[in-house]
């Protein structure tokens, strides 16, 4: 559903992506992990072009969506972006903030837009605080009304940039049982995190980046046996 080919980036002398390469299929969900500034946000920002990269192609269903100009708007859509900060619009509702650019993309009528916005918050169980506003809600709904904001706009990927590491230890669980489940019914999914445990739980796939490469990669069951996973293992120790 997205291939990764060579995808480069430096910021001056600094390469933060070196020809960085993977594929992924419809349902997978791949887990980033790796030290501070490795490029972890680079290439989730370089994936849906919010950053554009020096070199490399993204394709994203077969079609190609570097250098694809004034349809960038149309694929990004198909890409649900999750942030650390959650990014929501203070000064709307969690409904409102859901129903935004389903009004203003994707030219729903009222109705419509409203009802698939109390779907997909009902989806990440926060229908009962869609009158809430974002400074009401704690870290792990905001995150939360966040998710359901990018599922709204049915995508074929969500990409999710440590999603719950600006959130207390409890809150943390509410939003990772939400992505667990959107794992459990097919979505496809890029998530860079910190929470190995959890994340081992239900990726697909971890990738291990350092300096701007994937340096080791494997199934979260393979991690703990295989001596190749030296590094990998080293730091995932600083994090229990
Ligand atoms: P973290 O785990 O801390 O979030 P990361 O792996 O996400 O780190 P990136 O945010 O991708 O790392 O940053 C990689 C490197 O690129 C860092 O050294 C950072 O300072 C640099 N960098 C990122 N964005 C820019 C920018 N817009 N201009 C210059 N340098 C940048
Ligand atoms: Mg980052």
Redesign the pocket.
Known sequence: ILRVENLSKS??D?E??RSVSFDVYKGETKAFI??????????L?CINQL?VPDDGHVYLNGEEITHSGSKINEYRQKMGMVF?NFNLFDHLTAVRNVEIALLKVKKMDKAAARKKAMFELERVGMADRADYYPAQLSGGQAQRVSIARALAMDPDVMLF??PTSALDPELKREVLEVMRKLAADGMTMLI?T?EMHFATSFASEILF?EK?EIVERGSPADIPASPSFERTRAFMGTYE
């Open positions: 910021y001056g600094l933060v992506l790796g030290p501070s500034g490795t490029g972890k946000s680079t290439l920002r950053t650390q940039d440590e860079v910190h980046m701007g």
